[in-house]
């Protein structure tokens, strides 16, 4: 869709099939993001709490191979224990999973909205070289206020959408609820 509105930008060449052909594509486009959300949202929510989890399970791993360590050192022992280290090595192993899991997801999902928004501006610039009182003016203007007002996004088994910020988010709130446990001990 976004190449036809870019060879269509370029040659300045405007036909109601062509706008037919982008309404039926970001209609399909509509349609497969909502398959989308429905059968992957859940795998989406899933994906985020395992890593949350992990995350979180990590940080507490590495918090009691400290606690064992500084034990150890309290009670000199010159012995290699190798409790201490496991749970860096579980951290580090089981948490690159989760997160390029993640971040595969996430980007996906950020690389389609991105694509959008490129179409959006595409027919805003299409529009901008076509006459105001025409027929393709406002069929232009139809399409791209049906695109901006129907972006594709797509959420969390609906609970939050899914953007390259809620990593952080979620890496934010799994130390803030680590403190708190520590706190609590």
């Not at 209609?27 to 995350?55: C, E």
């Not at 993640?102 to 996906?108: F, L, P, Q, R």
């Not at 991105?114 to 232009?140: F, G, P, T």
């Amino acid at each position: 869709m976004l190449r036809i509105l870019r060879e269509l930008h370029k040659k300045g060449l405007i036909s109601m099939g062509s706008i037919k052909e982008l309404k039926i594509l970001f209609m399909s486009a509509l349609a497969n993001h909502q398959l989308i959300n429905d059968y992957f949202s859940v795998k989406f929510l899933l994906s985020y709490g395992t890593f949350f989890g992990r995350f979180l399970t990590g940080l507490i791993l590495i918090e009691n191979s400290w606690k064992s360590k500084l034990k150890s050192s309290i009670q000199r022992e010159s012995k290699f224990n190798l409790n201490s280290h496991d749970g860096w090595i579980r951290f580090i192993f089981f948490n690159v999973f989760a997160l390029i899991s993640v971040v595969v997801i996430t980007m996906a999902c950020k690389r389609v909205s991105q694509n959008v928004m490129n179409v959006i501006m595409n027919c805003y610039l299409l529009q901008s070289k076509i006459r105001y009182n025409s027929y393709e003016y406002k069929e232009i203007r139809a399409l791209w206020t049906f695109i901006f007002e129907n972006q594709l996004t797509f959420t969390a088994a609906g609970f939050f959408d899914v953007h390259p910020s809620i990593l952080l988010s979620i890496s934010a709130s799994s130390v803030t609820y680590f403190l708190v446990l520590i706190q609590f001990e």
